[in-house]
């Protein structure tokens, strides 16, 4: 069996077919992705099946010097793959001003959340927003399309539940690397 590897600059695993990469058939070329970094992922390749070939050493033997196209031809295709994007959990919890005795919809200030909430949607910021049922006045808002400092911005100073003490925020960046087709 054949073994190659290679660095990508993309961390995440990427699923590479035989025809991408213009292997012969009837052998496999199986990858695995292993990320390094934020940034970075090691590829390894595994070509194997050359004994289903009609002559197998002589494919072989040939395929030696077509590892470095087949290796650009992965890089080219990883190139083509969308990036992971950013988006940001913004975690809600009472703050100093939360009254303890009372229901979030009772506590002085909470609509102001909900307003903020609905500035994000019209802006297209908004993926997702609720409460945690488990853990009385915590809840968590997802936004995408926005840096980290932007975020976090908008979360303490635009929020004026927060702003004013009644919740507390904590912005935690969120590298989204697998989602729905379609989505």
């Not at 009472?94 to 609905?118: K, Y």
């Amino acid at each position: 069996m054949m073994r190659s590897r290679s660095t990508h600059s993309r961390a995440g695993c990427h699923h590479v077919d035989r025809d991408t990469l213009h292997t012969p058939a009837p052998s496999a070329l199986l990858t695995r992705s292993t990320p390094l970094a934020e940034t970075r992922c090691l590829v390894e390749v595994l070509h194997r099946g050359w004994e289903r070939l009609p002559h197998p050493q002589a494919a072989r033997s040939e395929y030696e010097n077509g590892w470095p196209t087949v290796i650009a031809r992965l890089a080219d295709h990883l190139d083509a793959q969308e990036a992971p994007e950013l988006w940001h959990v913004l975690v809600h919890s009472p703050g100093p001003r939360w009254q303890p005795d009372l229901s979030p919809w009772e506590q002085e200030g909470f609509g102001q959340h909900f307003a903020f909430i609905q500035s994000l949607d019209t802006r297209g910021l908004l993926v997702a927003a609720g409460p945690l049922p488990a853990s009385a006045g915590k809840g968590q808002t997802i936004v995408r399309n926005l840096d980290t400092e932007t975020a976090a911005r908008l979360a303490r100073t635009e929020d004026a539940s927060v702003s004013t003490g009644l919740l507390e925020v904590e912005v935690i960046p969120w590298l989204v690397v697998s989602q729905p087709t379609g989505a």
